[in-house]
Structures are given as C-alpha cells and as structure tokens.
C-alpha cells in the first residue's frame, strides 16, 4: 500500500448513537482524503475491537498503520490503554509496523468547531461580550489533562467571551451545573455551554443534564463529524505518518 492505514481508535459506548457519530466522523475523513483506507475500532463495548482489525490488516496484506486515538487529551486511555493494545499487536503482528499518532487536542481546529456548534445554538457574534461560556468536558483523574482543558478556557476568554470556566462531566470538578452557577453569581447575564466532548453518550448527556438544571441560555451539541474535526484526525495521521518514514529509513 502506498500510505498506511489510518485506524481510528475510538473508546465505545453502550449508548448506539456514540458508534454512529465515530462513523460519521470516518466517513468524513474518507471524503476528505479519496484513496485512503481509513478504518475505525473500538477499546471496548463496540465492535470492531482494535486487535481484530489489526489482524485483518496484517491478514489482507498491510504493511504499516496510523494508530489514531479519538481522544481530546492525553490521559489514561492514551497513556495507558492504547500502547498497551497496540504493544500486544506488535508482538503478535511483527510484520505490521504500527505507529501511534498524537492526540487530537489542543488545536486551533477545536476550537473552530466549538465556534461552529456555538453559532449553530444560535449564539451570534453580537452576543459573546455579553455571554459567558462553560467548557464542559467529559473529566479525567490525569493532571496533564485538567491542565490542557483549563489552558484551552483561558485561551477561549482573550476571543471575545466575558467569562470563560472549565467544568467536567466526571472524575474533576467543577460539574457543569456549577460552573453555570458560578457565572450567575459573578453577575454574567447570559451563560452558553459548549461540551468539549466528541461523541454522544453517558457523560455528554451528563453534561446537558447539568446544563439545563443550571438554567444555561444555550446549549451546543457536541463536536461530532465537523468538516474541522476531520482535517484534524487528517493532520495528525499526517504527522505520524512522516514519522514512520523517518523510522523506517533509519
């Protein structure tokens, strides 16, 4: 093959509309670059599993892939779980040479579809100065995560925003509803929560949870199969892939 296979590597969800969106997203990233192979698994509760695409790959001839974590940080799942199934296909698969790329976040690219989903919620450029903004994300016990997402909240507050606040589904806080509050208190007039979060499931819906019970103004829907997400996955794939190149004509 030409270029490597770009497998995204997403977590799973029993919630079907999770898998669905990660197949959108793909599809996207097909359209956007023909004649790539690009294949998606999953680290758990839905199928394809990530050691048995591998398998098919190195099966149907394949010599080298792209190992592409559908992940916003780098946390446990990155650090952690991934090497460590793609360890084990290394061992099994010696003569497919897989390659990890980075994590999606931060980017530039991000942030766009965040203003993408926000505008699509009805908030319109007049109204940033007077909005303020909750980052929700889905939350993580990992230091390096917490830091990347409170780093991205600051960055949002110098576009235009009069407040901005991270908040987290899970595992950190603050939780949605009381960033919400928070705002309120400080005397924001207008709150808008933008889930930092790919796919649906059990902790966006968390996310919407907190949010309406905080009595946010608007709610944007997740980053899902966005034009700007999918050049994304494509710049990293290609930043792995010179890396491979450089690996293997060392």
Not at 88 to 100: D, F
Not at 190 to 198: E, G, K, Q, S
């Amino acid at each position: 093959m030409s270029h490597p296979v770009l497998l995204v590597i997403a977590h799973g969800s029993r919630d079907p509309r999770h898998a669905a969106t990660v197949h959108a997203l793909t599809q996207r990233v097909r359209a956007e670059r023909p004649g790539l192979r690009v294949e998606t698994a999953f680290l758990e509760f839905n199928a394809p599993s990530v050691p048995r695409v591998l398998e098919r790959l190195a099966a149907e001839g394949a010599d080298e892939v792209v190992a592409m974590p559908l992940l916003l940080t780098r946390a446990f799942h990155a650090k952690t779980d991934i090497p460590s199934v793609l360890r084990e296909a290394r061992a099994r698969l010696p003569r497919l040479h897989i390659r990890q790329a980075d994590v999606l976040g931060p980017s530039p690219l991000l942030n766009a579809t965040l203003g993408r989903r926000l505008r699509e919620a009805g908030v319109r450029p007049g109204d940033i100065p007077r909005t303020g903004l909750v980052l929700a994300s889905a939350g993580s016990s990992d230091p390096e995560a917490i830091a990347v997402i409170a780093e991205i909240a600051r960055e949002l507050r110098h576009t235009g925003w009069c407040a901005v606040r991270p908040a987290f589904a899970s595992a950190s806080l603050p939780r949605t509803e009381d960033a919400v509050r928070a705002l309120r208190a400080e005397g924001v007039d207008r709150v808008a929560v933008a889930p930092y979060v790919i796919a649906p499931g059990r902790l966006p819906d968390r996310i919407a949870a907190g949010a309406e019970a905080a009595g946010a103004d608007v709610l944007a829907d997740v980053l899902g199969p966005a034009p700007e997400l999918a050049r994304l996955l494509l710049d990293r794939y290609d930043e792995a892939r010179v890396m491979v190149g450089a690996s293997l004509s060392a």
